[in-house]
């Protein structure tokens, strides 16, 4: 049987030849089309992004006198406190949402800029430790944590280096930290390591300011223009912190819940202001076996 069938493909193949070579030229025509294709659409949306960064530096100011001007038409028309509200807060919502693409495009990862130092080895030699990051004075039996050896600074690290153990901190409280990253930061660098490092049960306090509430203080007249503009993304240049996102109640606590914690609850500022938001969540105890 088989020497059948070669007998009867001998001939055949020669005239095969030059059909599967033909046929081969049209399949690589064919792949190279294909991946030209693939290549030039690539290359528009690169470019696309490019301009989106490029114009961030138009889109922000025409973005901000557009809530000016809607602000103005809307208390014209005699809209409702809760309408005019609404209206301010999906505007913002677009802003972070764009806001948090393009940086998102620059940053595809946090990565700590110098190495971790101790600067008072005495400070970590306690049963509890308990870190202050960002903004404000540390409270009784906190060290304080910053990214410049300022007075009264225990660690100098970043925020997303910090120089401990996992399961060895029993409470880390951020202040006006978060907002100057991106929400992709936030997400996906800084919270898994701020509860890595929290002990079983350890806690982690999250205060931001409160965009909701700046927002209602504005609609109702108790906030200019200027101030709620500088309260939701900061002033002056990278270094004197600006603001790279916002949050609400319901989105701080979606976050925390997130990144594992829970028990998760509203705090009250102890200072009576009402601009700022605190979020405090536990991160689990061990289960036993």
């Known amino acids: 049987m088989n020497r059948l069938l070669r ?6 193949r020669p005239l095969a030849r030059p059909l599967m070579r033909r046929l081969h030229a049209r399949v690589v025509i064919w792949v190279r089309q294909t991946t030209d294709l693939r290549f030039e659409h690539l290359e528009q949306r690169i470019g696309g992004v490019q301009a989106s960064v490029g114009g961030l530096e138009r889109y922000v100011p025409a973005l901000l006198n557009a809530i000016a001007s809607e602000n103005a038409a809307n208390r014209a028309n005699v809209r409702t406190e809760a309408e005019l509200t609404r209206l301010v807060s ?13 940086i998102g495009a620059r940053h595809d990862e946090l990565d700590p800029v110098f190495e971790a130092k101790v600067l008072r080895p005495d400070a970590l030699e306690r ?5 202050h990051l960002g903004a404000g004075a540390p409270g009784p039996g906190y060290l304080r944590v910053d990214t410049q050896p300022f007075d009264g600074t225990d660690v100098l690290a970043h925020p997303a280096g910090l120089p401990f153990e996992s399961d060895s901190v029993a409470e880390i409280r951020a202040v006006h930290l978060l907002d100057r990253f991106s929400l992709e930061e936030t997400r996906g660098t800084l919270l898994p390591h701020w509860v890595r490092l929290l002990e079983p049960c350890g806690s982690l306090a999250v205060v931001v300011p409160d965009a909701e509430a700046l927002v209602r203080a504005y609609v109702a007249g108790g906030l200019s223009f200027e101030e709620l503009r500088d ?9 004197a912190g600006v603001r790279f996102t916002m949050f609400s109640r319901a989105s701080l606590v979606d976050l925390l819940t997130e990144s594992g914690l829970e028990d998760i609850e509203l705090r009250a500022d102890p200072t009576g202001s009402t601009s700022d ?7 689990p105890g061990r289960t036993s076996d």
Not at 90 to 102: A, G, K
Not at 127 to 131: A, D, H, K, P
């Open 127 to 131: 049963e509890r430790i308990s870190l």
């Open 231 to 239: 309260a939701t993304f900061g002033r002056g240049s990278a270094e």
């Open 90 to 102: 999906s505007v913002l919502d677009e802003f972070e949402r764009v806001r948090n693409e393009l």
């Open 277 to 283: 938001l605190e979020v405090v969540g536990r991160k």
């Open 7 to 12: 007998a009867v493909l001998r001939p055949i």
